[in-house]
């Protein structure tokens, strides 16, 4: 079965500091990429994502990711975090075989420290 | 901008009552989703639908069943609630495969969160 890993479940930091939040897949046929972010009490709301074209992708608030498709990985990064940064951070896969859903990982905590 | 909407944010029930949650989208999305959101284990799909009267099973559908009458709503029905149904109910939206690329993003409602008691 198709799988979507999230290697930490929770990553302290402190602010200003840089932070990457790894993401690996489990296959490496065709692929479409998606970071989500859920603040406090809220729903999920689209980060950045990549369908085709230039690896590195930028998001939203600052924050990039990068498809590599040889290690099926996509890592997030941001070079600078804030203390609004602190949220709940999900990765998603979509296999490119038709009107399926996401495959979504467990979640990384970002907590950012001041 | 799209939006998604869940009939609560909070709901409080029985141990074998009857529980709705329903979901409203007002983007003309085919596909819909439920999911349910608990600590550690991230998000898990529950049922999902691709158009009106039609539903397809995700990873966890025992306990729950759904209804889709119209295109803008999605509803999911726990028959007889249990304590281990406790947890944050997510339904999201995306558009149909026939819309190209812009099909693969799902967008979310704020969430309920529901407790059995």
């Known amino acids: 079965a198709q799988s979507v890993t999230q290697l930490d479940s929770q990553v302290p930091v402190f602010e200003e500091a840089p932070v990457e939040l790894r993401c690996n897949y489990s296959?490496?046929?065709?692929?479409?990429l998606f970071w989500y972010v859920q603040y406090p009490n809220q729903g999920l709301q689209l980060l950045l994502k990549y369908l085709s074209g230039s690896t590195l992708v930028k998001g939203i608030n600052g924050f990039e990711a990068e498809f590599n498709k040889s290690q099926t990985s996509f890592h997030l990064r941001k070079p600078s975090v804030h203390i609004s940064d602190t949220a709940e951070y999900f990765c998603a896969v979509k296999w490119n075989s038709g009107n399926t859903p996401l495959v979504f990982g467990k979640g990384t905590r970002l907590s950012v420290i001041a | 901008d799209v939006k998604v909407t869940q009939s609560s944010r909070y709901l409080v029930k029985r141990t074998g009552e009857k529980v709705f949650l329903e979901c409203v989208q007002d983007m003309d999305h085919e596909n819909m989703f439920w999911y349910r959101q608990d600590p550690g284990l991230g998000l898990r799909l529950i049922y999902f639908?691709?158009?009106?009267?039609?539903?397809e099973k995700g990873d966890i559908p025992e306990g729950y069943s759904v209804s889709r009458e119209k295109k803008e709503r999605f509803s999911l029905i726990l028959e007889s609630a249990s304590t281990n149904q406790t947890s944050m109910y997510l339904c999201?939206?995306?558009?149909?495969?026939?819309?190209?690329?812009?099909?693969?993003?799902?967008?979310f409602g704020p969430g309920t969160r529901l407790t059995v008691l």
């Open positions: 296959s490496s046929v065709s692929v479409y």
């Open positions: 999201a939206s995306s558009l149909p495969l026939a819309s190209g690329l812009g099909h693969n993003e799902q967008f």
């Open positions: 639908s691709y158009d009106v009267k039609m539903k």
